[in-house]
């Protein structure tokens, strides 16, 4: 979740509901209220008792990663746990050794979704916070039900990517143009994105799309601020820190909901044999009427569903590709990794006839690999895998430690990524690392979608991000796009990515030069 809070916190129109929420965060910090923690577990960061919680707390917003990384070494190396103190929330953070006993226990004694709530705050910031209802048996199905959606519809998919692309980018091989990465980036995933949930025409439409993404940033900033508020005042103050993102929700409602009132009314549609209407907006409407309860199965209900799933599909892709973009074209010309990534898939297109293929995607290893290296670079936060404890008498880890019920417990997600002793040369982007992993039979190397205790950044286990074969699938298919219809002007060196607070975010104004290339 680190990275769906990735948004520029100035372009969400929350204005004065933020300048409230950061007064109230500083009661909080005044009030210097623990919660529910072990006792006996390292605080890095206290370093007096004065006013100790809160100076931490601070402290952890500009220099979360600084203090994770030393006491990743300091404690989580030598198999030993620690707190971090955090205003939003103060995590117990487990060593790599702890993850496979964590992530076997029920979910009835540590749970992912609880500490999903924790971050959405859906409570205030989603139009109905019913729609967490049934998430694992509506929502978690939906996204997996996007995957075999895609496989069939792989060179549809590209002329999605294609068209996009082409719009945003310009088809003039005489004139370099430049354009904002993540803006560009966004767009294109969202209208690829919601080409498999609403369909064609909807997903072009510009002002649908830009209602989508806009309302993900607003909601998770809003999130951010809400956590700041302490616990018995959000009823009071989480509905308007949250209240101006209801704009881009009504926007989204206005294209979406009449569709869905249009799909409830053709009875056809419910018939399995008709494929040509088994988008997500009918895979939804077929399972609410599974649902015993009726308001599951209203317009307005499924507009709600259908918001939260789409906001998902766009804000980590594109958080994570405009990261590979900027770190394939920094990366020194001379060392030819353009032409190489653009020869492979020159080459696996030859092989399949010229299609855009599943099997295709899948023999592309060097760019796979490509973007694996710059996802484990630049992962999302400092933490992950993060669960929250439900048991009522807490939970025991491996080590004997109790952690009491309410506490959450996470990894450090951002160390394992650059401990050198994993990754050699960790903190350099390697593209072919995971590619020349594989061909020396390394453990630990397999394609993008695959998860390890030493690759998390779409988590790890029974809970692992659901949605990371599609995120691969669109991925791939963006980057060869631009890699065969586009020249880009190398960079002299990256632009910086930006900590805000534990989150690692993309350059998100930079630019870069590109040409539509002439047909070779």
């Known amino acids: 979740m680190g990275a769906l809070n990735s948004v520029h916190l100035g372009s969400s129109g929350l204005g004065a509901p933020i300048l409230l929420a950061i007064l109230l965060s500083i009661f909080k910090l005044l009030w210097a209220f623990k919660g529910n923690l072990p006792k006996g577990v390292p605080w890095p960061g206290i370093r007096s008792k004065l006013l100790g919680w809160p100076r931490a707390s601070l402290r952890s917003m500009v220099y979360a990663r600084e203090m994770v990384e030393e006491s990743y070494y300091r404690y989580t190396k030598q198999s030993e746990h620690f707190i971090l103190p955090n205003f939003l929330c103060d995590d117990v953070v487990v060593p790599r050794a702890e993850l496979k006993h964590l992530l076997s226990m029920p979910d009835e004694d540590l749970n992912l979704l609880e500490a999903l709530k924790d971050q959405l705050q859906p409570w205030y910031t989603l139009m109905n916070s019913c729609v967490m209802r049934n998430f694992y048996t509506v929502q978690v199905p939906a996204v997996r039900y996007l995957d075999k959606l895609v496989p069939p519809q792989i060179e549809r998919m590209m002329e999605e990517v294609g068209n996009s692309l082409t719009l945003r980018l310009g088809d003039n091989p005489e004139a370099w143009r430049d354009i904002s990465v993540f803006d560009t980036v966004e767009k294109v995933v969202s209208q690829v994105g919601n080409f498999f949930v609403v369909g064609d025409p909807l997903c072009r439409n510009e002002e649908y799309i830009q209602a989508v993404f806009q309302f993900g940033k607003g909601l998770f900033v809003a999130a951010t601020f809400i956590r700041m508020v302490p616990k018995f005042l959000r009823p009071i103050f989480g509905p308007l820190i949250a209240f101006s993102n209801r704009k881009n929700y009504y926007t989204f409602a206005k294209h979406l909901t009449p569709l869905i009132t249009q799909r409830l009314n053709e009875p056809d549609r419910f018939d399995p044999k008709n494929t040509a209407s088994q988008d997500v907006v009918q895979w939804f409407i077929n399972r609410s009427l599974t649902l015993p309860d009726p308001r599951d199965q209203t317009p307005e209900f499924l507009t709600y569903r259908l918001m939260l799933f789409s906001l998902a599909v766009v804000q980590v892709i594109s958080v994570a590709t405009t990261h590979l973009l900027f770190d394939l074209y920094s990366f020194p ?168 607070a534990t989150n690692y975010l993309p350059p998100m104004k930079a630019v870069l030069r590109v040409k539509r290339r002439r047909p070779q």
């Open 333 to 500: 010309p001379s060392a030819s990794l353009i032409p190489e990534l653009r020869d492979e898939i020159l080459e696996v297109l030859k092989a399949e006839g010229g299609t855009w293929t599943m099997h295709g995607l899948n023999k592309m290893v060097k760019l796979d690999s490509a973007i694996k290296e710059s996802m484990r670079l630049s992962c999302f936060g400092t933490r992950g895998c993060t669960r929250k404890v439900i048991k009522a008498s807490g939970i025991t880890l491996s080590n004997g430690l109790w952690v009491p019920n309410g506490a959450t417990i996470t990894t450090p997600l951002w160390s394992i990524h650059h401990d050198e002793d994993i990754y050699p040369h960790a903190d350099q982007y390697v593209p072919f690392r995971f590619y020349n992993a594989a061909k020396n039979q390394v453990s630990g190397s397999k394609s993008i979608g695959t998860t390890s205790p030493e690759f998390l950044s779409f988590g790890h286990g029974r809970h692992a991000c659901p949605g990371r074969y599609f995120a691969a699938v669109e991925m791939k298919l963006l980057v060869a796009y631009l890699l065969l219809n586009y020249d880009v002007e190398p960079l002299v060196t990256r632009p910086p990515s930006q900590w805000i």
